[in-house]
């Protein structure tokens, strides 16, 4: 990606997944900040109320359960899923990269590894980033620092993490890597 430029008019995106607590959220900032490409990060929708801080548009679009069901019978979603079996619904709008593509960006998804697998399906040139940590137990250990889930929660979510790491393959081959 170094030194390319947007082009208007081209629909260019850049997927970045892998399980939680892998450092998307550092590499997001990172690459917003520094990169040499314009990118756009598209801010995801969820039913998950926010958390002390969080701010609707910005960390989120924090939707209520029949509003997120109705957009996406409307087909407002390039992707959605019920994230780590909590109930919660999250989703990629198709408002966030038309907006990017509109100011000639690329859009930039931080997903989930089933987002990425249907973005890539109907966008097979997509750039594909896949972050893991070090070890399982590094992984854990980062789960637990963060202080913000319950042990059912860093529990699934470790489950929830060796399934992604399986998929990972997936993703790779449909990029033809």
Same mark, same amino acid.
């Given at each position: 990606?170094?030194?390319?430029?947007?082009?208007?008019?081209?629909?260019?995106?850049?997927?970045?997944?892998?399980?939680?607590?892998?450092?998307?959220?550092?590499?997001?900032?990172?690459?917003?900040?520094?990169?040499?490409?314009?990118?756009?990060?598209?801010?995801?929708?969820?039913?998950?109320?926010?958390?002390?801080?969080?701010?609707?548009?910005?960390?989120?679009? +924090?939707?209520?359960?029949?509003?997120?069901?109705?957009?996406?019978?409307?087909?407002?979603?390039?992707?959605?899923?019920?994230?780590?079996?909590?109930? +919660?619904?999250?989703?990629?709008?198709?408002?966030?990269?038309?907006?990017?593509?509109?100011?000639?960006?690329?859009?930039?998804?931080?997903?989930?590894?089933?987002?990425?697998?249907?973005?890539?399906?109907?966008?097979?040139?997509?750039?594909?980033?896949?972050?893991?940590?070090?070890?399982?137990?590094?992984?854990?250990?980062?789960?637990?620092?963060?202080?913000?889930?319950?042990?059912?929660?860093?529990?699934?979510?470790?489950?929830?993490?060796?399934?992604?790491?399986?998929?990972?393959?997936?993703?790779?081959?449909?990029?033809?890597?």
């Amino acid at each position: 990606m170094a030194g390319a430029m947007a082009t208007p008019g081209k629909k260019r995106i850049v997927v970045l997944s892998g399980p939680s607590g892998s450092g998307k959220t550092t590499i997001v900032r990172r690459l917003t900040e520094e990169s040499p490409v314009q990118l756009y990060k598209s801010v995801s929708a969820t039913t998950r109320p926010p958390r002390p801080g969080e701010v609707d548009g910005d960390d989120y679009w +924090f939707l209520d359960g029949g509003e997120f069901r109705r957009r996406i019978e409307a087909g407002e979603f390039i992707e959605f899923a019920e994230v780590f079996s909590s109930g +919660f619904l999250y989703g990629t709008l198709w408002s966030e990269l038309d907006r990017a593509w509109a100011q000639g960006e690329w859009a930039f998804l931080e997903i989930d590894v089933e987002g990425a697998l249907r973005v890539v399906q109907q966008y097979p040139e997509a750039v594909t980033i896949f972050l893991r940590t070090p070890s399982s137990a590094e992984f854990e250990r980062r789960l637990r620092a963060r202080g913000t889930e319950s042990e059912d929660v860093i529990q699934r979510r470790i489950a929830t993490a060796e399934q992604e790491l399986q998929q990972q393959s997936l993703l790779y081959e449909r990029c033809g890597l």
